[in-house]
């Protein structure tokens, strides 16, 4: 990726941002009404890539609280932006999570239709930067989850988990190791599952935390039976700390771990990098059946909506529990630029620089990384 050109198009978006140019509905007063139940956020997007030329869309938030919710009650939102490129590439996704009956029951989804160019460069933790190849996945896929409250005085949740993914590879490098179809899912597929989550969230800001913990298991399997082309059971453990310090600092901690078994199709293995998971490697630089990682990061408000962050991390991935070896462990670190796009909720955009083994990357999206 051409790093100089695409930072210098974030960051003329970045000026652009914070000079007034977002659309802010119901964030733009203390003193407003508090009948008022809907915000929204909607930002412009322009990017600069290699495999996409200019691109550009739009972005947003959208919250909503229920006439009769309580004061105290978690916003319902939607999550989403679309964008499409020179190259007539495209991107749509989609994320509500919506509560009810003031936080007895969640709804979660989300929805993706891309054709979008992406990478891989293998599968295993010490796969070599000359092994990159670039291929382009036409996709359509669908995440939903329901989850009810079981222990009425705390926030302990239970529910269920289906997934629904199509695509097929539109596009490959001549010679590269998709093209020869020495992966399972190397031309495309379907894959259908279905599971549970389990969750415990007692955070007090579901945008940005400073106190409480996060913490999901989820399980699913795909089969056959279920329409599948591959048969997999994958289990994601979420874990998630925030500590005050000094009144308005927070130090967040994260552990994340993702098994992935069976025949997964390549893209859905286990994968390291990207804007949530060790920032400052592409996502799936590294990716493998299992993957372990450990994250922590200071936040920091300085002026105004301005705030700062300093993050590290390490992971890995390995095709079995017992080949995780500490030396060969990744590292991740990097130092963030916060500003405060809907003050009401807490909602930040997130400006990140990161730098990993060997390389680095830059991050520009609306809310914390975890």
Known sequence: MNNRKTLLVWLLFLVLTLTGLPILAEETSKE????????????????YMPETKFGGGLGGLITYRPLHSLATARPSSLY????????????TQFKPELYFKNEEYILTGKIVIENFPDKFWGIGNATEEEAEENFTPRTFSVE?????????KQKLYAGVYGQFEAYKIVKTEAGGSLERRGYPGSTGGTTSSLGFILNWDDRDNIFYPT???YCQLQAYFSGRFLGSDFD???VKLDLRKFVPLFSTHVLAFQGFF???????PFKNYA???GDVIMRGYYSGRYRDRYLLALQ???RVPVWKRFGMAAFAGIGDVASRLGNFKLDEFKYSFGLGLRFKIAPKEGTNLRLDFAWGKGTSGFYFTAGEAF
């Open 271 to 273: 994968k390291l990098g």
């Open 258 to 264: 993702h098994s992935v078994q069976g025949t997964p």
């Open 80 to 91: 989403f932006y679309a964008i499409y490129t020179q190259l007539k590439q495209f991107s």
């Open 296 to 298: 922590a990061e200071y």
């Open 211 to 213: 106190q409480g913990c």
């Open 144 to 152: 939903t989850s329901f989850q009810k409250k079981i222990w009425p």
């Open 32 to 47: 407003e009404p508090r009948e008022k139940r809907f915000g929204t956020v909607i930002l412009p997007v322009l990017f």
């Open 232 to 234: 997999t059971t994958s």
